[in-house]
């Protein structure tokens, strides 16, 4: 199994990136999410997740997006209403493709939000199989009542999620990162079995990743979707298309329709 | 029954604590509602509630959100547009563990609202049961339609809602006020059927609250739900994890999907 | 048939305490839609009207709500975006029990907005029936889906709808303006036949409020719903619990579960 | 066929018209986008898509508006979050009866947004069909779900989609932009067939168009539905109305009830 696992020996280059950087650029590591930007992933995961929230994908504190701009991941804490956070919530973290952060490591972060009782999101390493095996800009996670009934209308050893002949298929692309589908296309979405902790799902998601190269987004049985993208623009449009394709799909199976096909 | 009643001399130190704590700390009963601080419950109510209306829990002046801040029950006036409270519509009692107030009973009161006509929620003391038998910091009532539908949906004598492996089970509290469940845990929420009058729910309500200590929330056959939680951010989340819950299971009934297991 | 209906006789008086009210009173009628006040009906309709286009009440130009205060009634225009009504759109006639405004009867009017094509709701007769025959303060006509799948589920000859053992029936008052419901109550809504034109509906609207004296509403068959109350808080109050049920009665129809009792 | 087809000889003129135009009137085309007019269409276009984004119309990037305005048609980007879109992305073409421009040739614009990367919607030509077919001033693009699984939900080979006795029939326009529907008419939308590429609906399209002169809308299986109206106003009004009826449409088969007559 490739999935990336932290290692001391992976971490340490890390630390000592983390440590270079703040010496050389950072003064205070409050800059890091200081900004008049409305597109500084620090003013944009709050905006983006106020969105979210109206949508049903992080009702509960559930779900969130992480943003990766040049060496730095931005994400939420965990475990808070994703519909309230603020630019001051945001967690910096170093990023290095060797590497994937142990939730609670915390040498390896280049700003933990000053408010007490916070910690990151148990997203994190999923995310960063995201960032180091396909390169994303971006990943967003929800728990959209679409994604999870349809893994529970799907069969019950059902791998994958198929679908074609539908036009929101063209704003998915090959592998999340390539050229985008065509009407004609079957998508298909892997899908992967929950387990009793998040950051358990981080082998599962990247053997998935691997098996399916194609594939733009992970679905997890019970429990949700992650989805990635170049950017943070792309990885948005692509869990909205995904997400309508979700919900056209319950109700096309619960119409006794065939996914697959145009017949 | 054990059951918190209000009697005469359970009132009387309530009484008289009130009074002290007016002689003592407060000028002007109106300070108990001013407060620039958006996390002041005077504020937050009006806030929380005009998003529970955007999810349909409040509507038609139904449901609302007590919360307890150190010795002063904060809630919003009965039959009145939930959508539209004003701080100053905020009705203050104090809180002692010993008496639940008696709807009208206006000596309970540190603060009633001025403007004429307005009395204390019909739920005041359905709220009083999630604080005095467990702790709680808030308590939410919704009108819900996944709550009411599923109560609906499930057998006639069906004592309890019960569900598993779902990943939103996660943001559920053992008790409302424990550690959180796990994904392969059962949920199991009490179903008491409902009354003429909302007060008369009371002991119902407390009953089943002794009856099943690791309930998070009672669901009112025909009616809706009541969640609490350690602060108004837990009581929020369960309430959204809860609604999911239901609102899933309503989903699943109807395509013939079993509600525990992973089968 | 007892129907309010306008005819020349009736319209002299009206006509004149339009003038006597002009004259006495206004000295420029656009004052008549002027005011600071964010209840005034000028400012309410079109604050109403956006939360109505919501809910899905109100698109595609149809639905609204009409405000009786003192003499005065307040409606919006026919055929525009009732989510983009502003004060200066709304139309002023002056009440009197007697009549009912002819759409188009120009001279009734104390107030015609200036701005060119725009003629008042084709509801205005149909909204008359609320003012005369329930003394009602207010009345809201929406387009809601629940309420039109409602007659269509409903068995092709049934005059009524009715449902009991609902909490939400609680919030709906005898008549639309007497004293609320009982859980244990069963609320009767009656459904009269559409007509091709809005107008033809007032009489057979008329006709239904006369053999329900207790309903709070009419439903029309195909179309939508009237609902009415002595405010219109109340008028609001009880058009969300009736849309409400309408669509927990749609749900409980394709369930098969019984719609009254509580078997 | 007479779908209006982009030949070299209809280009000149337009090219001609478009130098014309900007050498008499316009000193800088950025003009053509700026105004404190919140009805132009450079804002307006902006403010609607946000709308329709609520709604679910226009999720994932896809779908939009263009509005005509005496000789200049506006329309979005292509392929960008359409709730995002602001006025200086704007795209301004002349418009001309005589072509269809062809997506991607520039010497046709009187403005291209100068954000790079930007090209003009590929509905582009689809949208030309209401403007020269119709005199349209506006057309609407959604991929909303309803249009979508009314068009699975019908039979396969359905030619159109037909409804009857419903209110908000008269809501829509004989052709989209002639005398209102009757209660009692039947409206008829007719289905094409979807195609790889968005362009290629175009022939189709205007066969369907000319083929059935009172529709006031295009249905695209699996893919979505084009409305449009004399000015965006009735466009939007028409597009709502024609989203409910879909939407009812797909209850209505889903519980088995014939969508013609009042049986």
Redo the contacts between chains.
């Keep these: 199994m490739s999935a990336p696992t932290s290692s001391a020996s992976a971490q340490q280059p890390v630390a000592q990136a983390a440590q270079a950087t703040q010496s050389q650029n950072i003064v205070d590591p409050e800059d890091l999410i200081r900004s008049d930007d409305p597109e500084h992933p620090a003013n944009l995961i709050p905006e983006l997740c106020r969105g979210f929230y109206k949508l049903g994908w992080v009702?509960?504190?559930?779900g969130g997006i992480s943003i990766r701009r040049d060496d730095h991941v931005y994400l939420a804490p965990s475990g808070?209403?994703k519909e309230r956070i603020l630019p001051e919530h945001i967690f910096v973290l170093p990023f290095a493709q060797s590497s994937v952060p142990k939730p609670g490591s915390q040498r390896d972060f280049l700003r933990i939000p000053s408010k007490k009782g916070l910690k990151e999101s148990a997203c994190t390493p999923l995310f960063w199989n995201a960032f180091t095996m396909r390169n994303a800009g971006a990943c967003i996670h929800t728990?959209s009542?679409h994604a999870?009934?349809l893994t529970?209308?799907l069969p019950?050893d059902a791998q994958s999620f198929q679908i074609s002949?539908?036009?929101?298929i063209k704003?998915v692309r090959l592998g999340g990162n390539g050229s985008t589908l065509?009407?004609?296309d079957t998508l298909e979405v892997p899908i992967i079995e929950?387990?009793?902790d998040e950051e358990d799902l981080t082998e599962g998601m990247a053997e998935a990743m691997e098996k399916f190269p194609n594939a733009a987004a992970i679905l997890?049985r019970?429990?949700?979707v992650y989805v990635w993208g170049n950017t943070w623009?792309q990885a948005?449009?692509?869990a909205?298309?995904l997400?309508?394709l979700f919900?056209?799909a319950c109700?096309?199976l619960?119409?006794k329709?065939p996914l697959v096909g145009?017949?």
């Design positions: 009702t509960g504190t559930g808070v209403q728990h009542q999870v009934l529970l209308l019950r002949h539908q036009e929101m704003g065509r009407f004609f929950n387990t009793a997890v019970r429990h949700g623009e948005k449009t692509q909205e298309c997400d309508y919900e056209m109700k096309m619960q119409n329709l145009d017949a």
